[in-house]
């Protein structure tokens, strides 16, 4: 009957601890992403609000899912050859960050800004790369605001810019990242 | 005794359990479960590259505010010859100009030099395909547009100018490459030549593309003519070419048995047969402008 008891109280905590490892999981469905090609002929401008992130609190893991076709462009052909053109969607139709905050604390929830460097895979258009990142967190009312600019290189992806808009396009792409979590 | 050993191989039974679903969560666990609930609907863009697959309507629209120019070419017969250059010498022009209102509705007025002819239309995106969440096989554009001949010409009545084009444009993408469209049209002739001659044209156009890289299709059209009058001397029309794009451009390259680029002519009144080489070359090549 002792063992059972013991089994039972073992039980208990690994239940408790299972419920507190989903609560630490903040999600977010309408993560704010956009980018920017700068040239000095024009500046293109896209942004998709329709990106999800998950935040395990208790290790710093992050992950990001951006639909390609959440991508809205001012223009409707540049959304068109965007999609056809040079991220292919129907082949490749999400991309992808898994990763870590690698200078993670559990101090992070103390309400104030603090700079964070995540790093992991990011996928786009099918073709992985290892990746490094930096920007701000915060804890505050029960949300985390996680805000990031990086860029990424068009080659590296292998999405092929012709020479013919070479002066429109830039190969070297602005990320802007804004999202706010909630307790999953 | 017993009763412990059980309860306790029970216990440890659930326990590992647990402890399996409590291990360590990585990143890559992060996402599951994501993608399904998030699933939304996507319209089915760029079935077509242009408003045209050759000469026949495409499923496509300019969409909101952007002004789309067409300058189109139709040469001579191949079959003329050298002299010629092959039909090269003559050439045939119609300048169009659409505008689309909103992302459904697009307005166009359109001069050719064949018979200087004025068009006028309007054309409307009526259903959208689309994937995702709620699927949808097959666009369907209407089209409509007045023709008016343009030649000097000592007839009482304006109308006996005029003729008309009603179109449903039914389009599928099939996959990233193959698009095909289904295009049953009424042509309405005010006048026509002689008594035995039809008014009302039945045509059912078929229309598709391949593309071979992401820049480049091939494309062709065949108009296939349900109706004709007893001394009918039309063909039907059938043209094949290719697709280039080039960012803000469309370059279209073609050959066809239609020399006129409106729709009374290349649909009711193609005259030329390929089999005796009454091949035209032509070219559209469309602009936007926002």
Redesign the interface.
């Known amino acids: 009957?002792k063992?059972?008891k013991i089994?039972?109280i073992?039980?208990g905590i690994?239940?408790t601890?299972?419920l507190d490892?989903s609560a630490q999981?903040y999600i977010s469905?309408n993560v704010n992403v956009s980018f920017l090609s700068e040239t000095l002929i024009e500046n293109i401008i896209a942004e998709n609000n329709?990106s999800?992130s998950?935040?395990?609190m208790?290790?710093g893991?992050?992950?990001f899912?951006v639909?390609i076709?959440?991508f809205h462009f001012?223009?409707?052909?540049m959304?068109?050859?965007f999609?056809?053109?040079y991220m292919?969607t129907?082949?490749f139709p999400?991309s992808?960050f898994?990763?870590?905050i690698k200078n993670w604390t559990d101090d992070f929830a103390n309400g104030e800004t603090h700079d964070i460097i995540a790093s992991?895979i990011l996928t786009i258009h099918g073709v992985e790369n290892e990746v490094s990142a930096l920007g701000t967190i915060l804890f505050e009312e029960s949300s985390w605001t996680l805000n990031s600019v990086f860029h990424v290189d068009a080659e590296d992806y292998d999405i092929k810019i012709?020479k013919?808009?070479r002066d429109?396009i830039a190969s070297f792409i602005e990320i802007t990242i804004h999202a706010s979590l909630s307790p999953r | 005794m017993k009763t412990i050993s059980f309860y306790s191989k029970l216990y440890l039974a659930v326990f590992i359990a647990l402890f399996l679903t409590t291990s360590p969560i990585n990143a890559q666990d992060l996402l599951d479960g994501l993608s399904d609930d998030q699933e939304q609907v996507y319209q089915v863009a760029a079935t077509f590259k242009d408003t045209r697959i050759v000469n026949l309507q495409s499923n496509e629209t300019p969409g909101k505010g952007v002004l789309h120019f067409v300058i189109a070419h139709r040469f001579g017969r191949l079959s003329d010859g050298a002299y010629e250059l092959w039909g090269l010498d003559n050439a045939s022009m119609r300048m169009g100009l659409t505008y689309g209102l909103n992302d459904r509705v697009s307005f166009g007025v359109a001069r050719s030099t064949f018979e200087k002819t004025f068009e006028a239309s309007v054309k409307a995106r009526v259903l959208h395909q689309t994937q995702g969440a709620r699927e949808f096989p097959f666009s369907l554009t209407w089209y409509s547009g007045v023709m008016c001949y343009g030649k000097k010409w000592e007839l009482p009545e304006f109308s006996s100018r005029l003729s008309y084009v009603h179109q449903a444009i039914i389009a599928r993408k099939f996959s990233r490459n193959l698009s095909l469209a289904l295009v049953p049209s009424l042509i309405h002739r005010n006048l026509v030549s002689t008594s035995s001659d039809i008014h009302d044209q039945l045509v059912l156009g078929f229309g598709g593309r391949y593309k071979l890289s992401s820049r480049i299709s091939i494309n062709g059209e065949y108009n296939y003519r349900l109706n004709k009058s007893i001394d009918d001397i039309y063909e039907n029309g059938l043209s094949i070419g290719f697709d280039i794009e080039t960012g803000g451009h469309v370059f279209q390259l073609h050959l066809t048995n239609s020399r006129g680029m409106f729709e009374r002519s290349f649909l009711s009144e193609t005259s030329g047969t390929w089999l005796a080489g009454d091949i035209y070359f032509g070219f559209n090549i469309s602009r936007v402008f926002n």
Do not use: C, Y
């Not at chain 1, 001012?74 to 052909?77: E, G, K």
């Open positions: 009957m063992f059972a089994t039972q073992i039980l690994v239940m601890s299972n490892v999981q469905r329709q999800s998950v935040l395990d208790s290790n893991s992050i992950a899912q639909p076709r959440a001012d223009r409707a052909l959304e068109e050859h999609n056809e053109n292919e129907e082949s999400n992808t898994r990763g870590n992991g012709p013919i808009v429109n």
